[in-house]
């Protein structure tokens, strides 16, 4: 049984740091790319970022680019997401989602149905 959990959400002020993390059992990262999206109140869910299974090859929507990074621990099947310069328009549920949609080096996170397994989704919230 495949389950992706997302943790590490919180409530943070802005231009400040999280990082969530998402764990996966019932797969390997060798052979899934992880992709993390997000959904804020009254929006359509929409991609963040996304790596790939075969060398850690990385990929950002340019509204978080320079400011977050996705990362692998294959030993610890667990992706994570360091988010830095937060700010109000970053609040959203973040979900992590695993796909072999994508493969080799390359990913995105265009559509949310080339994405297979989704974890629960875990709360970010920026404010003062």
């Known amino acids: 049984q495949v389950q992706l959990v997302e943790s590490g959400g919180g409530l943070v002020q802005p231009g400040g740091s999280l990082r969530p993390s998402c764990a996966a059992s019932g797969l390997s990262l060798d052979y899934y790319a992880i992709g993390w999206f997000r959904q804020a109140p009254g929006k359509e869910r929409e991609g963040v970022s996304c790596?790939?299974?075969?060398?850690?090859?990385?990929y950002y929507v340019d509204s978080v680019k320079g400011r977050f990074t996705i990362s692998r621990d294959n030993a610890k099947n667990t992706v994570y997401l360091q988010m830095n310069s937060l700010n109000s328009e970053d609040t959203a549920v973040y979900y992590c989602?695993?796909?072999?949609?994508?493969?080799?080096?390359?990913?995105?996170?265009?559509?949310?149905?080339?994405?297979?397994?989704w974890g629960q989704g875990t709360q970010v919230t920026v404010s003062s």
């Open positions: 790596i790939s299974h075969s060398d850690g090859s990385t």
């Open positions: 989602a695993a796909t072999t949609y994508y493969s080799g080096t390359y990913c995105r996170v265009r559509r949310i149905d080339e994405y297979e397994y």
